[in-house]
DNA sequence: GATAAATAAGATATAATTAGTCCACTATCC
DNA sequence: GGATAGTGGACTAATTATATCTTATTTATC
């Protein structure tokens, strides 16, 4: 019932793209330095941000990593979603599953109830609002 | 970010209790033909259970089962949580981890509230409101 | 007290998922 | 053409989930 430690990752490197001007570029390599996560695993983990539209790459001297849409685009579920599938906090909440009980289950309405709940919260947050946040404290900081 | 198996073979085997007069013993045995859950498997699980206090067993002839308390005070959380431990959606929302950025990450935040929104709706439901609602249909088909 | 019924406990096995590495390759810029 | 940066696929290691087996221990009942 936990997050994996590659949607993290997605994340924390998601953050760092948003920190910059839209369009710039940053280098796997350099996200990984500043978030600590390990480089190699990274570039795996900024395919799957590519394949879901999330990012765009380019190879080559000068090339990196971009977001693909604008920060305010993009929730914390769109990132989740990208890296771990659609989000299903049971099995019978995933697609093509079924259970012989789900018609009538009050069980599975209880947890279709809470995974809603838990993905609008994660759905009312972009990451032009996490730093967005960042930037008022910095200049805060700064009076 | 899926509940186990074990927690639902967990969840099915007290509503299976609930349906029961309170203090009746069932046997492990017949719990798992009922729901199809591994034997075997399912006297683990009844230990967790028994260990986090949601059921009492006793051995010998005509031993078994019940529950170590009444189905309107054990919510669908304290269920989870008996096997899995403390729910976090993410790894620094579990005891005894620091994440660096903790104290001011907004990531962080969200994810405490969307996973107090999970919690307070797997919550807000008990084993007996589970059921009471099985009843209520049955009498209704009766009628 | 013997016996059969029932769970307890712990070791072990298997499978699946997660996390991470390695390496040869391709694209791009200068 | 050389340096740089992502791509793709195979591979390994670690962890977790799922399940079984075996041996004990408890208890009602005859
Ligand atoms: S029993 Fe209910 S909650 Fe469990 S898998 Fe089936 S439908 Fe879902
Ligand atoms: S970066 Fe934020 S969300 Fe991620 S582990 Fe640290 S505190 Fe938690």
Redesign the interface.
């Known amino acids: 019932?936990?997050?994996t430690?590659q949607t993290?990752y997605a994340?924390r490197t998601l953050?760092e793209l948003s920190r910059v001007p839209f369009g710039k570029l940053l280098q796997t390599r350099v996200i990984s330095e500043r978030q600590g996560i390990p480089e190699v695993f990274l570039t795996k983990t900024v395919q799957v941000l590519a394949l879901a539209g999330l990012v765009q790459t380019q190879r080559g001297t000068q090339g990196g990593v971009k977001l693909a849409v604008p920060g305010d685009q993009i929730t914390?579920a769109d990132i989740?979603t990208a890296i771990?599938g659609t989000?299903?906090?049971?099995?019978c909440l995933?697609e093509n599953y079924s259970c012989p009980n789900m018609a009538?289950c009050?069980?599975h309405q209880?947890?279709r109830?809470?995974?809603e709940?838990?993905?609008?919260?994660?759905n009312?947050?972009t990451l032009s609002?996490?730093v967005e946040?960042?930037k008022m404290?910095v200049s805060l900081e700064n009076e």
């Open positions: 019932m936990q997050i430690r993290e994340i953050l914390l989740i771990e989000l299903a906090i049971n099995i995933a009538t009050k069980v209880v947890f109830r809470a995974q709940a838990m993905l609008s919260e994660l009312s947050v609002d996490l946040t960042e404290q």
